[in-house]
């Protein structure tokens, strides 16, 4: 007898909060589950790959696909909806898929307008307290340390988030209801509070066993009238009653009164939500008709983008929340008001979705007055189109009062709000929050989360280097500049995409460091992140045969060049005296004594700066004077370079002799970065500063060469601001003598070229 065929499924937008535990459970069942994302983040691209999901790069998926289930974030013009049309495959949305999921196992659904995850995953932490078998899937991540969003082990009960967003509530049939709370939203999916109302009713309607709500809920009990099965209510001063809370903001003691004497939790989050919750997920428990008093949640370490602490010096707070509905908000200010009295209170909130926005904007307003600074970024659209009416300025127009309190800041402006943000006075008590269910968890990071290495966690193999506050000035030539936020030192490709993913999805800026020649570091550093292709990995040089090479980048000309020297192979004598790396050499297509580097490539292995590796001609690459336009912000992996010529080693030695001497004639032997300025037109750089008589001339420890006046040397204990006072003076001199505007050739990291020069 044959064995079943393994079915093969493909989850579009499987980098979503929702959709990758759904394709982890999926994985974990022993399903083939393909996943693409437009825009996936390491973090989930990590649990993924880690479960066997396998990743598409491209929209264009394998013909083995029998099934495709699409996020509420897809629209049916996405190319993969298209083909799966083309091809005549059922495409069904997360919610629905999950309900037909759901249909063999005793369900046990969370439903509300608000924390549903958070309810789930302490739920999911009680029952495995206590040894109950249960399967689930969750609607978000766990913070480090808490596992998988997603099991499989065949279990009958199946614990899962219920979302009413897409209107699939109403197709599900669960064993037990767990409803948290009602609040009138979607308004695209329900124009009126009824049909909202009437999607409740109708999973209670459909509930089976039992349904457990919140009791203190009107709307949720006038519900009630549609079910057929047991109701329990959970409630303050109820037959399940909350007894007693701490107002610690981080670690609240729960002690639970009635049923749940013994019952001992400890929870890294706060706020009379979470308490709620928790009392909502140990009801669960008790009436599953299991015993309470062994549960334990100490190990319970919650979910991510709720209530993230992002920063904390003395009394200033830096939070991070998924609030994006006024209800949360106002529990949000009210428990940071009570865990924080005397403390100035600044939100930063992204509203979600134009629909949601223009219809609470009023609410919003509300809400977000018990703050004592408000600052309105522009609208996440999600799936949404682009509505006037629903702009961040509709909450602003509602706001009633002093206006001074809100500030409206556009897409363009965001630089500017960073940089207030980040100058806030910390001597004074404040709690700062970003709030909203979009990307403003990216925006936060850019300011405050300095945790890049915590945030990649296990995606990076053991022999990677990542550190924080690394200092610079020693890994460059010149020696001089301050340190970089975040450094790394990746040994494979792996490992340099997962960083520029990560980077990319922070947005934060990337610098590739190389051999540290051509590169001047500012003193006060660079906020970004910093690369250096410094393992033994990136140093291989692999002889190809008819004088071709495979060279890591990372490997050192000089070495390039002797290889080629020992196996007879001219036309690479000019990289000798040439203080780089392969990789820097090509995105400068370095040059010198009549050679460039592109003269010598074939093809380019790199990586773009979202982390996406590519291997393309020499051909496909914009290259000019000192420039190659794609590595600018991609960065090279190996390249394969072919000599121009056959020669003999005695030849090559004696050019390479040649050049050498001619470079120690004419260029110095102290700490400089190589040549500052790019020749102009029909002249040289260097000829220019030695005609105005300025060989020699310096601040403090940077000092114009008299050896060759295109170079600026490091004395001994020269700082960044020596040497940029140093190249301003020379640039104006030049410019004003002759006319003549000098461009510099080497990068500036920290600073801008422009407002140096001319600010």
């Known amino acids: 007898m044959s064995a079943k065929p393994q079915e093969t499924v493909l989850l579009v937008g499987v980098g979503g909060m929702g959709m990758a535990p759904l394709a982890i459970y999926l994985a974990q069942q022993g399903k083939h589950v393909y996943g693409y994302d437009d825009a996936i983040n390491p973090a989930a691209q990590a649990l993924l790959s880690a479960a066997g999901v396998e990743l598409l790069s491209t929209e264009a998926f394998p013909v083995t696909v029998q099934q495709v289930v699409v996020s509420s974030a897809i629209e049916p013009t996405h190319p993969c909806?298209?083909?799966?049309?083309?091809?005549?495959?059922?495409?069904?949305?997360?919610?629905?898929?999950?309900?037909?999921?759901?249909?063999?196992?005793?369900?046990?659904a969370i439903v509300g307008s608000h924390g549903k995850t958070t309810t789930a995953s302490m739920l999911v932490s009680a029952l495995d307290s206590i040894g109950f078998p249960f399967d689930y899937i969750l609607g978000g991540f766990y913070r480090e340390g808490g596992g998988l969003p997603a099991r499989f082990t065949s279990s009958e009960y199946l614990v899962a988030e219920v979302d009413e967003s897409d209107g699939s509530i109403e197709t599900f049939s669960p064993e037990v209801t767990l409803a948290l709370n009602f609040d009138w939203d979607h308004v695209a999916r329900y124009p009126s509070e009824g049909d909202l109302e009437n999607a409740f009713k109708s999973i209670f309607s459909k509930t089976k066993s039992k349904i457990i709500y919140w009791g203190d809920d009107a709307k949720l009990t006038s519900f009630l009238e549609a079910a057929s099965c047991q109701t329990i209510s959970f409630r303050s001063g109820g037959a399940y009653s909350l007894s007693s809370e701490s107002v610690d903001f981080f670690r609240q003691e729960l002690i639970l009164s009635g049923q749940f004497p013994a019952c001992k939790m400890a929870l890294p989050v706060g706020g009379h939500y979470n308490a709620r919750n928790a009392l909502a997920a140990l009801t669960v428990v008790a009436e599953l008709g299991e015993p309470v008093d062994n549960v334990s949640m100490d190990g319970y370490v919650g979910v991510r983008r709720r209530q993230d602490l992002l920063y904390n010096q003395k009394d200033f707070w830096v939070f991070a929340d998924y609030a994006h509905h006024p209800t949360e908000i106002e529990a949000l200010l009210a428990q940071v008001?009570?865990?924080?009295?005397?403390?100035?209170?600044?939100?930063?909130?992204?509203?979600?979705?134009?629909?949601?926005?223009?219809?609470?904007?009023?609410?919003?307003?509300?809400?977000?007055?018990?703050a004592d600074r408000v600052h309105l970024l522009p609208v996440y659209a999600a799936s949404e189109h682009a509505s006037s009416s629903g702009e961040s300025d509709a909450i602003l127009r509602a706001w009633a009062g002093d206006t001074f309190q809100v500030t409206l800041w556009g897409k363009d402006d965001l630089d500017a709000l960073r940089q207030s943000l980040v100058s806030l006075d910390q001597k004074k008590p404040h709690v700062l929050l970003f709030v909203g269910a979009g990307s403003i968890d990216h925006f936060a990071s850019r300011c405050f989360d300095a945790d890049l290495p915590k945030q990649l966690g296990s995606q990076l193999s053991q022999v990677t280097l990542l550190t924080q506050n690394e200092p610079l000035a020693k890994k460059t030539t010149l020696r001089v500049g301050g340190v970089a936020r975040y450094y790394a030192e990746p040994a494979?490709?792996?490992?340099?995409?997962?960083?520029?993913?990560?980077a990319s999805l922070c947005i934060i800026p990337v610098f590739l460091l190389g051999r540290g020649s051509n590169v001047i570091?500012?003193?006060?550093?660079?906020?970004?992140?910093?690369?250096?292709?410094?393992?033994?990995?990136?140093?291989?040089?692999?002889?190809?045969?008819?004088?071709?090479?495979?060279?890591?980048?990372?490997?050192?000309?000089?070495?390039?060049?002797?290889?080629?020297?020992?196996?007879?192979?001219g036309g690479f004598e000019f990289l000798e005296g040439i203080p780089g790396s392969l990789g820097g050499a090509l995105r400068m297509n370095a040059g010198a004594m009549g050679g460039w580097m592109f003269d010598i490539v074939e093809s380019i292995e790199w990586v773009t700066a979202k982390g996406e590796f590519r291997q393309d001609a020499k051909e496909a690459f914009h290259v000019s004077y000192r420039k190659c336009e794609e590595l600018l912000s991609g960065f090279?992996?190996?390249?394969?370079?072919?000599?121009?010529?056959?020669?003999?080693?005695?030849?090559?030695?004696?050019?390479?002799?040649?050049?050498?001497?001619?470079?120690?004639?004419?260029?110095?032997?102290?700490?400089?970065?190589?040549?500052?300025?790019?020749?102009p037109p029909n002249g040289f750089a260097g000829k220019l500063v030695d005609e105005l008589g300025l060989k020699g001339f310096s601040c403090g420890d940077a000092e114009v060469s008299s050896v060759h006046g295109n170079f600026i040397i490091n004395r001994g204990r020269a700082r960044c601001s020596d040497v940029l006072s140093l190249v301003r003076h020379v640039h104006q001199a030049v410019h004003k003598r002759y006319g003549i505007t000098l461009e510099p050739e080497v990068l500036l990291l920290g600073k801008q070229w422009e407002d140096v020069l001319h600010g």
Not at 524 to 534: I, K, T
Request: include cysteine.
């Open 337 to 370: 008001r009570s865990s924080f009295p005397g403390h100035l209170v600044t939100a930063v909130f992204e509203p979600h979705r134009y629909t949601r926005t223009q219809h609470l904007a009023p609410a919003f307003a509300a809400a977000l007055k018990a």
């Open 636 to 679: 090279a992996v190996s390249a394969i370079v072919r000599a121009p010529e056959v020669s003999t080693q005695e030849q090559v030695a004696s050019k390479i002799k040649a050049f050498a001497a001619l470079r120690k004639e004419s260029q110095p032997r102290d700490p400089s970065a190589g040549c500052m300025f790019k020749n």
């Open 81 to 108: 909806y298209l083909l799966a049309q083309e091809r005549g495959l059922p495409v069904v949305s997360r919610g629905i898929y999950l309900s037909e999921l759901s249909f063999h196992t005793r369900l046990i």
């Open 521 to 569: 570091i500012a003193d006060e550093g660079f906020s970004g992140l910093v690369l250096r292709l410094n393992h033994p990995n990136w140093r291989s040089i692999e002889a190809l045969g008819s004088g071709r090479f495979r060279v890591g980048a990372g490997t050192r000309l000089k070495e390039l060049c002797g290889i080629a020297c020992k196996e007879g192979y």
């Open 492 to 502: 494979n490709v792996e490992d340099l995409q997962s960083l520029l993913a990560s």
